[in-house]
């Protein structure tokens, strides 16, 4: 079902009718599949307003993190397909090009658009093109430096380009009252696009004083509407306009698409729109699980709690008797476990918005005054402020606590947040030390024992709870000490790191004829040397488990260490990820695909010692 013909030569209550049934479509997969709900909602008008008056084939469509885009997936041929939103096999619920050739760029993160569409209008002027890329971004995007290195560089060029910035939360600037309103609407309008042109050319040719007052006029106009920011940066600016207005969208992006420069249209739009239960800012609508369309409750809640609920509660209990204890997140605060503290302790605890970099080095200089700051990052958000964790943080070894949230595999949102590479990427560097908890009792002891570590270091914690297997106590956390769980007369032993120990016990459970030994390596960073080489005498044959890429992860590192005090009578063979991106889809189906549950890993086992 393709929409985009209808769309075009549709009235303004026909595509009303065409939003209405789009949501119908959105709210109907949503419920059931889960996914982005309410911003997806929210930018149902503005996406049809874009189709109906660009060509998504012929204009680049670049949607800024992506997660809106399941209106642009429904005009563009996918309704039928959209019913496998975020499955394994399914269509993904961020844009890629090997879906659709309406789907421009790969996204999933935040704050990347403008810079694409730059690099695209750049090449469209290269080839002699008459294309105009089009942008799409959510004010929260807005919150990252990414966004404004590439508006001062479009602001220099001047590349036909337009900018449609979602302000799905005021978060811009509000408007001031009727005045505010009126001016919006004339500036939205060609009469005032085409006189401020007119009136441009005649400026260039008199004095510079005649100049400078008439662009001090101009600036006090503007700034009784949010555009003086994007003025100042070189950029035309129209609005705010409604998103949800049919005939002010269109009439607008006409307007801009005709200046054949770089402009930013600012549309205000309600999140959640057409679904009650959802409108307004609430975050628990953003990313939902299945749920019932009538009460809007959960269908699904897992009974145990999350790690990331465990982080929380403990590190509330941390925060409650120590005062120099503060932390961080970067626009995550429910999804990290983080909006607890910052209502506890707000002059203690932040949210930086989409910010990690910022995040992390704000972190570094809490620590060197003393703090012990705490900042909670998904894994595959940390990956933005490598060179911060890095320069800021590191070569000072300052003590700052980095909660890896979503480590390992994150299930539906596919590739681009897949948590898998922080072991390899954070273990080449100096002065880090890395540790996992493998349940809820050693998350809260590596809590407490990281609040003294007089270094950087990195706990990671899987998204949901940990592995229901059998438990084994914890004896509380010592530097660079692993923990062996189980001492058996096998040659095999299972070494695994964090979650990967669940995953470890869950297969010797399937082998007990072969009655492996099962270590908690615990630290991968600092390792625990003099255990590994005890052990390197009493077992040949080593397995390793971690939730977690196999190049430079968790068998690269034993195997480092086992090279260099020259032990090469064992055998290592490592259960980490091979080298690709792991596809969306929920994560058993994942884990069967790669084949990596206890039942496949028992079989390899079994080949490879037998």
Not at 428 to 443: G, K, Q, Y
Not at 580 to 604: M, R
Request: with cysteine; net charge negative.
């Amino acid at each position: 079902m393709n929409l985009i013909e209808k769309i075009k030569s549709s009235n303004t209550s026909e595509l009303q009718e065409i939003a209405q049934e789009i949501r119908e479509r959105i709210l109907e997969v949503v419920s059931k599949n889960g996914g982005h709900l309410s911003s997806s909602l929210g930018a149902v008008e503005i996406i049809i307003a874009m189709h109906y008056v660009f060509d998504g084939l012929n204009d680049p469509f670049i949607y800024d993190v992506s997660h809106q885009a399941y209106a642009h997936k429904l005009i563009t041929g996918r309704w039928d397909e959209f019913e496998s939103l975020r499955q394994f096999g399914g269509i993904s619920g961020f844009t890629k090009p090997c879906e659709s050739e309406y789907d421009y760029f790969i996204a999933g993160h935040s704050s990347t658009s403008i810079s694409l569409a730059l690099g695209a209008a750049k090449a469209i002027r290269l080839k002699n093109e008459d294309r105009v890329p089009v942008v799409l971004i959510g004010d929260g995007s807005m919150t990252a430096g990414m966004v404004y290195e590439a508006m001062n560089e479009l602001g220099e060029r001047k590349h036909p380009m337009v900018i449609i910035i979602n302000d799905n939360e005021m978060s811009i600037g509000k408007a001031i009252g009727a005045i505010s309103r009126y001016l919006s609407k004339i500036i939205a309008g060609k009469f005032y696009q085409n006189i401020k042109q007119k009136t441009e050319k005649v400026l260039n040719t008199m004095p510079d004083s005649f100049r400078y007052m008439a662009k001090k006029f101009e600036e006090s106009l503007m700034l009784i509407t949010p555009g003086i920011l994007f003025e100042e940066l070189g950029l035309d600016y129209i609005g705010p306009v409604d998103g949800h207005d049919f005939e002010s969208m269109i009439e607008t992006l006409k307007t801009a698409k005709e200046m054949k420069r770089p402009v930013v249209v600012h549309m205000q739009t309600t999140k959640g729109k057409g679904y009650k239960v959802a409108e307004g800012r609430f975050e628990k609508w953003h990313g939902v699980s299945p749920f019932d369309i009538e009460s809007g409750e959960l269908i699904k809640k897992s009974s145990k709690k999350s790690a990331t609920d465990i982080f929380s509660d403990e590190l509330y209990k941390i925060a409650s008797e120590d005062d120099k204890v503060v932390g961080v997140t970067a626009a995550m605060p429910s999804g990290t476990g983080m909006g607890a503290l910052i209502d506890a302790f707000p002059d203690r605890f932040w949210d930086v918005a989409i910010a990690e970099q910022h995040a992390v080095t704000s972190m570094a200089s809490l620590a060197k005054e003393g703090f012990k700051p705490f900042c909670a990052i998904y894994s595959t958000f940390l990956q933005r402020a490598y060179d911060q964790i890095i320069h800021d943080v590191a070569i000072s070894s300052l003590p700052v606590k980095f909660i890896i949230d979503r480590a390992g595999i994150v299930g539906e949102d596919g590739e681009t947040h897949q948590g898998v590479f922080d072991i390899s990427f954070l273990r080449t560097i100096p002065n880090m030390v890395l540790f996992a908890p493998r349940d809820d009792e050693s998350l809260r002891d590596a809590l407490w024992f990281s609040l003294e570590l007089d270094k950087p270091c990195a706990i990671r914690i899987p998204r949901g709870p940990f592995a229901d297997v059998e438990k084994f106590k914890s004896d509380g956390f010592e530097l660079g000490k692993s923990e062996l769980l189980r001492k058996t007369n096998s040659n095999v032993i299972f070494a695994g790191y964090g979650a990967g120990v669940n995953k470890a016990i869950a297969t010797a459970e399937l082998l007990k004829d072969m009655s492996p030994a099962i270590l908690d390596l615990r630290f991968i960073k600092p390792l625990d040397e003099e255990t590994l080489k005890t052990l390197a005498n009493e077992y040949k044959n080593w397995f390793i488990f971690s939730d977690s890429a196999k190049q430079g992860g968790v068998a690269s590192a034993l195997m480092e260490f086992f090279s260099d005090e020259n032990i090469f009578d064992i055998k290592i063979t490592s259960f980490e990820y091979e080298d690709i991106f792991l596809p969306s889809g929920k994560t058993d189906k994942i884990e069967e695909f790669i084949k990596i549950q206890p039942c496949d890993l028992a079989i390899k086992v079994k080949k490879r010692v037998l």
